[in-house]
């Protein structure tokens, strides 16, 4: 079986609403068509790299090769985990953690992005609470930490409901225009204090020594 080379994909988290898991192609298909039906207002980007500025075949399809590059550059030094968000059975967007020298470091960073038809229904905050307690839990993650950009309120009233403190800001470079982006931290602490999501961590036991944990 594929689990047997590569556990990831026997990797499950599970809230009261949400599954969390690596996705097979028939998931990444879903994904990649709810990209293309969008993902966030077009008159903004939300993202630094700009991924979703094209026509909905080109996204579809960088969708995909985005999702296998990931699978591919994995190292226990260096690796992007992305999950697909599945909701009553179907996909609805992705919830990412990453993190370099893990096993020294012991921090991780975050992103997602939902498909625009379920925004608004409190999805991005359970399943970034999901990812948390994948590495506070799980992995032993110390600390989190995560950006958005100025304008967007959204992300950043999700952080800090999951207990996340401002740490600085960034600056780059968007569509031809310096934006700033608002970066924050999560401490073990202030993640024990904020949390309120049930999560269920399944499949994790044979995936750690790929985690450099």
């Known amino acids: 079986m594929i689990t047997d080379h590569w556990p990831l994909f026997g990797l499950r988290l599970h809230t009261p609403r949400l599954e969390l898991r690596v996705p097979d192609l028939a998931d990444l298909a879903q994904l990649a068509e709810v990209a293309a039906a969008g993902v966030h207002d077009p008159g903004r980007q939300p993202f630094v790299v700009p ?18 590059r990931m699978w591919g550059q994995w190292t226990p030094d260096n690796w992007s985990l992305h999950f697909v968000t599945v909701h009553d059975g179907q996909v609805i967007g992705t919830q990412a953690l990453e993190a370099r020298q893990f096993g020294t470091l012991r921090e991780v960073g975050t992103g997602s992005w939902l498909g625009r038809a379920h925004h608004g229904r409190g999805f991005g905050t359970e399943m970034r609470a999901a990812v948390l307690d994948l590495a506070f839990t799980g992995l032993g993650a110390q600390w989190a930490v995560t950006e958005a950009f100025a304008d967007n309120a959204a992300s950043y009233g999700v952080s800090r409901k999951l207990g996340y ?11 031809g225009e310096a934006v700033v982006g608002r970066r924050l931290r999560l401490d073990r602490a202030g993640w024990a204090a904020a949390r309120t999501v049930g999560v269920r961590i399944e499949g994790l036991p044979p995936c750690r020594p790929l985690f450099g944990a």
């Open 165 to 175: 403190a401002d740490d600085g800001i960034a600056r780059h470079v968007v569509r």
């Open 51 to 68: 991924w979703t500025d094209g026509t909905a075949e080109e996204v579809a399809r960088s969708t995909l090769q985005f999702q296998w």
